[in-house]
């Protein structure tokens, strides 16, 4: 027993591993890096949050103020003077016209006609000046047209119910400016329809498209 107890070799033990404090100067560098790398990722946040603010910006331009959109030309209002029904219809209509014009840019058009019609047959038509639509405004302006009926059935028939429907059609063709830079041509159409009320001598029911 005391030769086993002798031949044992004894268990080796593992060394003790002795912790150095780190200096006040290592402790310094390794803040002074925390710090560094915080100041960069804050200042990466700020770089991006402005690029996407800058970008949402220029979004909401381009689709606002830049987007060129087709004004509108309509008939507003009417009055009649010089009515009479025989031996056919006819009359003198006073009418207001209003090129709306929702572009952040003028619309300048050109000379054009309105026509008016019953059924298929031309009864009148107006010659309209060229002029300008400020921004974001509504032009309206009177023009007189004298109106002549073809005596026929379907016009007795009118006669006869008490009112009588007529259209009126135009194009209206310019450009549109904004900021004295970019210009675009455009045209828009007229297509309105009307109710000529025989008993009261007015325009009632004015639909435009």
Known sequence: MAENKQQQSPIPLAPTVIGYPRSDTELASND???LRKKKRMKCLLYIVLFAVFQTGIILLFALTVMKIRTPKFRLH?????????????????NAEFGVRNTNFGHFKYQNSTVYFFYGSD?????????????????RRFNEVVELSFPANSQLGNGLSSGFVRITSQSKLSGKVELMKVIKKNKATDMNCSMDIVIATRQLQNIVCK
């Not at 031309?122 to 400020?134: F, I, L, N």
């Open 122 to 138: 031309q009864v009148g038509e107006v010659v309209v000046q060229r002029a300008r639509a400020r921004a974001r405004k509504t």
């Open 32 to 34: 002074a890096r925390e």
């Open 77 to 93: 209002s009417a009055t009649l003077d010089n009515f009479t029904t025989t031996p056919s219809l006819r009359f003198t209509m």
